[in-house]
């Protein structure tokens, strides 16, 4: 792992203080977050259009999570 790899491992692995959480949690949604949300729920929505079609996305983007974690672990 390169030295930036670990420095962003590091940042999205740490432990997050109830102050922090709290903060993040309040903080209000922008209006460019909130649209690109909602575009991103529509793209979605048309590439997956039924039930099982987004139930079957899911369970393959998890397999494909659960071997890179797997991989990455070593």
Known sequence: MTGRSANIAAFANRELGLDDVRAYLEAPVS???????????????????????????VRRAYARWRLNALLTRR
């Open 31 to 57: 209006d460019d977050e909130r649209e690109q949300t909602i575009a991103l729920i529509q793209w979605f929505t048309r590439r997956y259009r039924t039930p099982l079609e987004r139930l079957a996305y």
